[in-house]
């Protein structure tokens, strides 16, 4: 329902920048799709990942054996950064359910589950 709202408020913006520039060209949203995960899927694994986990974990490790989990062992910098960035994404709103607890400040920041 607050994705409507928002797709609404997105096409009012935009009619009301072609009613004053109808010259401009509004280019087309498009966000790619990820190649390894399905939808939801990276959050899932990374949620049994630090289940297994015996203490807190840094994003950058969760992404590694997020990969690995799915045949990927050694990963390129790109794919590696592209998943690190999804994972903080998805990491973004679990502290404020409860789910996960964040530990430390900066590249000292780890990450564990609150609940089992």
């Known amino acids: 329902m607050q994705v409507e709202a928002y797709a609404f408020k997105l096409s009012q913006i935009e009619a009301a920048i072609r009613a004053i520039s109808p010259e401009l060209e509004l280019p087309p949203r498009f966000r790619a799709s990820n190649p390894v995960f399905a939808r939801s899927e990276l959050p899932r694994l990374a949620l049994s990942i630090l289940r297994e986990a015996n203490g807190p974990m840094p994003i950058a490790a969760i992404a590694v054996r997020a990969l690995a989990m799915k045949g ?18 998805a990491f973004g709103k679990l502290p ?3 789910v996960l607890d964040t530990v430390g400040r900066g590249n000292g920041t780890r990450h564990r589950l609150t609940i089992a």
Request: net charge positive; charged share 45%.
């Open 72 to 89: 990927i062992v050694l990963p390129d910098p790109t794919l590696r950064r592209r998943t690190r960035t999804r994972l903080r994404e």
């Open 96 to 98: 404020r359910t409860g």
